[in-house]
């Protein structure tokens, strides 16, 4: 009687780690190869790849920095009821009402706004 190796089509769940490990061993394409190969054919794309890629991961963490603080303006140990954080070309309002948190989100770069509505939880003492 015939068994599937693969867990994925009923065969045993111990293979599950193994055949994961074959496949990664064996997979030879990463995203940056498809990045490298997209790009415009230049020979020295590692440096600009390594550059870019550490220019998001800055720009990630100091992003994350920005919400920590706009995070904290609303619910911190001194809460605000509205407040404006800019941060580069970012600007972040936010407005806080009986029921919501509104936040506005404007990239004066490029111009576009998003706009976040969140339900506040009231609680009675």
């Known amino acids: ?12 769940a111990l293979n ?11 997979r030879t394409a990463t995203a940056r ?7 415009s054919g230049s020979t020295d794309t590692t440096d600009s790849s390594d550059a870019d890629l550490f220019v998001r991961q800055l720009q990630g963490r100091l992003l994350s920095a920005l919400a920590a603080q706009v995070t904290d303006a609303i619910f911190g140990t ?5 407040g404006t954080v800019t941060f580069g070309t970012t600007t972040v309002t936010f407005e806080r009402t ?7 989100i404007v ?15 009231v609680s009675s003492n």
Do not use: C, K, R, W
């Not at 009687?1 to 045993?12: A, D, T």
């Not at 190869?33 to 790009?39: F, K, L, N, V, W």
């Not at 001194?78 to 509205?82: F, L, S, V």
């Not at 009986?98 to 506005?104: A, E, G, P, R």
């Open 1 to 12: 009687m015939y068994q599937p190796v693969n867990p994925s089509f009923g065969g045993n």
């Open 16 to 26: 599950s780690s193994h055949l994961l490990s074959i496949a990664g061993a064996q």
């Open 33 to 39: 190869d498809a990045a490298t190969s997209s790009s």
């Open 78 to 82: 001194d809460p605000q009821e509205n």
């Open 98 to 104: 009986l029921d919501t948190i509104s936040l506005l």
């Open 107 to 121: 990239d004066n770069f490029d111009g576009t706004v998003t706009e976040i509505v969140v339900p506040q939880l």
